[in-house]
Structure formats: C-alpha cells, structure tokens
T-cell receptor, first 113, second 113 residues
C-alpha cells in the first residue's frame, strides 16, 4: 500500500520567516495530495491541495509544489504569523479505492513572535 | 448545516467494557471513514465505507467493528476495550466521485483504564 513520509517532525521559525514541510510518497498511482492544518484540540482542516496534473498551486501565503517523477510534494508558508502555529499533515490518495488517504505523521510548526 | 458530528466528545472506559462511537453527516457524501490519532502520530485509518451498505478494513482494524447504518451514519464499536485503544477518534466524509477533500468531525477523546 501507500507509504507517506513527512519531514521535519518539528519546525520552529521566527515570525515573518518562511517554513517548508516536505513529504514523499511511494505509490505512483496516487493523484491527489492535500495538506491539513490541525490546531490544538481541533479537527484537521484542509488548507491547500494539489492534483497530479499540476506542478504548483498558490493561495495567498501558502503554496504547494509537486514533483511526480521524484514522488514528493512540499508545503511552503511565507511571511509566517503566530496563528500559523499548528500541526500540519500531508496526505496522498487515489481517485479509486474509495478515495482512501494515507497521512504523514505530521509536522509541529511553531512561529515565534 | 451541521457538517460532520460525533458523539460522545469524551469517554472513559474500563478495560473490557464496550461502547459505540457515533458519526453522522448531513453533507450527502458517499464515503465515510474512521481514523485514530495517537500523540505525535498521524491519522491511521481503522475502517471505511465507500457507500451505503459496504465497509472495508483500513490499516488498523483489529479490536473494532463498524456499521454503515444508512448514508448519513457510520458507527464504530469497541467490543472489549483495551488500554492500547486510548486515542482520539475522528470520523471523516468525502464525496465520491468529486473533489477529494475529506471533511472531519470534531473527534472523540477516548481513555481506557
């Protein structure tokens, strides 16, 4: 089955700096790659996603890049703010098989004011 | 619309007791999922249901059973709880076919002593 590895497990940055989180996946048939943000005690919520026919997607301060050949994708957050502090999860899934997702283990991002 | 709801929010069980976690959605989604989240780890899939009347095992199904009662409801049952099942349980839904974003419930925090 699919295996998703996420790095780093913890990341601390100064407010205003950029943060990058990387994920690799194993199944070349995966075609949908979402990123979820989970604040303490809350549910995971989608912040951005990318499909396999696109190399990059941006939404204000957040961007995701995908390299299908190398089977890795990354989350980029620019101009970080304290409210960006949370756990971020990447995931990979296919359109078939009930759309099951495999999640990475998460990255705890701390943005220091 | 309530989205995805879960009951109860918190539960403490003694080893060997049984209980059922309830999940309901008003989003008219076909697929529903049960995950567990342990400290410092990602979301691991317990069971899923691609559509009403079907259920399948995920990564960590041992010790659990599920019922897809109708399109709206998907329950998770622990027949004989064990301390290793202490975790936060999330239900999620996804429209299939369609966008692949998963929508999560608020979670149930379960402690088994």
């Amino acid at each position: 089955g699919e295996n998703v590895e996420q790095h780093p497990s913890t990341l601390s940055v100064q407010e205003g700096d950029s943060a990058v989180i990387k994920c690799t996946y194993s199944d070349s048939a995966s075609n949908y790659f979402p990123w979820y943000k989970q604040e303490l005690g809350k549910r995971p919520q989608l912040i951005i996603d990318i499909r396999s026919n696109v190399g990059e997607k941006k939404d204000q301060r957040i961007a995701v890049t995908l390299n299908k050949t190398a089977k890795h994708f990354s989350l980029h957050i620019t101009e970080t703010q304290p409210e960006d502090s949370a756990v971020y999860f990447c995931a990979a899934s296919k359109g078939t098989n009930a759309g099951k997702s495999t999640f990475g283990d998460g990255t705890t991002l701390t943005v220091k004011p | 619309n309530a989205g995805v709801t879960q009951t109860p929010k918190f539960q403490v069980l003694k080893t060997g007791q049984s209980m059922t976690l309830q999940c309901a959605q008003d989003m008219n989604h076909n697929s529903m999922y049960w995950y567990r989240q342990d400290p410092g780890m990602g979301l691991r899939l317990i069971y899923y249901s691609a559509s009403e009347g079907t259920t399948d095992k995920g990564e960590v199904p041992n010790g659990y059973n599920v019922s897809r009662l109708n399109k709206r409801e998907f329950s998770l049952r622990l027949e004989s709880a064990a301390p290793s099942q202490t975790s936060v349980y999330f239900c999620a839904t996804r429209p299939i076919p369609g966008p692949y974003e998963q929508y999560f419930g608020p979670g149930t925090r379960l402690t088994v002593t």
